[in-house]
């Protein structure tokens, strides 16, 4: 729901998007003037999947193209929440959401600071009820940040 969120922004924006999954890709795209690259949370990991997408980036194809991350997540605990649960979220959660960010950094690839963090409701969803509109503002202030004339729309979405 958040790759179709953030497609369907970029297309109201004019740019031509497309879905890839990593189950149907046997390597990453290597083309494309942006790439958006997401996974859900599980265990405080992003997915194996999203971790070996990662490893096979055409780091030459994406070097100096924007790299911009996402990830689903239960939202943080609340209020009621005791402290150790507050600092597991923030060591697991919030660390894990930062994890593909970093690996495209360590790689030498230009991956925006902001990362898309998406709330679920339950361990596998649904998305929260401000999910949708989340991804698309998120998108939408990535593209705001497009202020070169010269960059082609294309992108490949994870």
Known sequence: MVAEAIVGQ????????????????????SQGDFLFV???????????????FMERMDVEAWKGKPIVTFVTMLPPPGPEADAKKRE?????????????????RAMGLNALESVLMAHV???????????????RQ??????ATLNSPSVNPGVGVV
């Open 10 to 29: 970029l297309r109201a924006e004019g740019h031509d998007a497309e879905i890839f999954s990593f189950r149907d890709l046997e390597s990453p795209p």
């Open 121 to 135: 409701k339950g361990l596998k969803g649904p998305l929260a009820d401000d999910g949708l509109e989340k991804s």
């Open 88 to 104: 597991s979220y923030e060591k697991w959660d919030i660390k894990a959401a930062q994890q593909i960010r970093e690996a495209a």
């Open 38 to 52: 997401g996974s859900p949370i599980r265990m405080g990991k992003v997915t194996k999947k999203a971790r070996k």
């Open 138 to 143: 998120f998108t939408h202030d990535f593209i």
